[in-house]
């Protein structure tokens, strides 16, 4: 089940549009919620959590989304929850002593932001992105410009 709160109508259908392809498309199991919701993040745009029963994606509802950088990030954070239901992805915070994640198996230890962009999980959740946003746009999820200017069709200059 979806349900998804962001507070804004037309990011919410593009949400649900976006994660039921995901569901589809990682086959990610349909009895586990998955809950997208806006709310103030501290200098992030978007998280993803397991809470052992649901899924919750968090997007940052105060930052000027362009949809196509929407679904962008739904489609990374939604690749998250097919690691943390097939890969085994696990990440804890430690503070100053950095994150601790496990992953395919493998520990990892994250101090740093660079380490944290050359995460294995990163990585593949970024490689993710831009099928999500080609497969919006493909579909034709994306609202039509606020205007569209037309030029005469002629090569003629005045």
Known sequence: MIKVKTGNAALDLL????????????????DREILIKGAHLKGLLAEAEDTGTKFIITIEKTH????????????????????????GLVIED?????????FRGERYRVFNEA???????????????QYFRWHASANKWFSPPASVVQFPLTNQIA
């Open 15 to 30: 949400a649900y549009r976006i994660a039921a392809h995901a569901v589809q498309f990682f086959n990610l199991p349909e």
């Open 64 to 87: 000027g989304w362009v949809e196509r950088r929407f679904a962008e990030i739904m489609g990374h954070e939604l690749t998250h929850v097919k690691q943390y239901v097939y890969d």
């Open 94 to 102: 430690n503070g100053k002593r950095g994150d601790i994640a496990m």
């Open 115 to 129: 380490e944290y962009w050359l995460a294995p999980w990163e990585m593949e959740a970024r490689a993710h992105e």
